[in-house]
């Protein structure tokens, strides 16, 4: 009995509300403010550099470090299936060259999950195109 009302219950829950349901929910930016002091969010950065670093290297045979991470300077987060941050990445290159890099990343703290899925040159943002399945 009761777990026939748990059930009934449960799957009244379900659609009343969609985010218990497997539905996406898609929240808006928002401004990480204490972005340069945050240590998640300088985690972070530095996992999208370190990611993109092994991306590039399996792509050319293994050149090497390419990036050198020194620090994200401004972050966005939004809620969709999990935590998106929008990183703005401070690096410099091989020559030592200070470079700036805006990077999306996905993070599912309750799966572990953590996964880069844009890196490019911030002087090329006016063609960035979100692309994003989530
Ligand atoms: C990154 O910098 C660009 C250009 O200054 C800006 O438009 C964008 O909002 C910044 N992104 C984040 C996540 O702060």
Known sequence: ?????????????????????GRVIVGAKTEISDARTNREVQELGKFA????????????????????????????????????????IS???RSGIHRMFT????????????KLLHFEPLSTTHQLQHTSTM
């Open 1 to 21: 009995m009761a777990v026939t009302l748990t059930i009934v219950v449960t799957t009244l829950l379900c659609f009343l509300s969609t985010a218990s349901c």
């Open 49 to 88: 550099v370190e990611e993109y670093n092994y991306k590039q290297g399996l792509n050319n045979g293994g050149g090497g470090e390419a990036l050198k991470f020194v620090e994200v300077v401004e972050a966005q987060q939004q809620v969709v299936s999990g935590m998106k941050y929008y990183l703005n």
């Open 91 to 93: 690096a410099t290159d």
């Open 103 to 114: 990077s999306v990343v996905v993070v599912k703290p309750w799966l572990q999950y953590k």
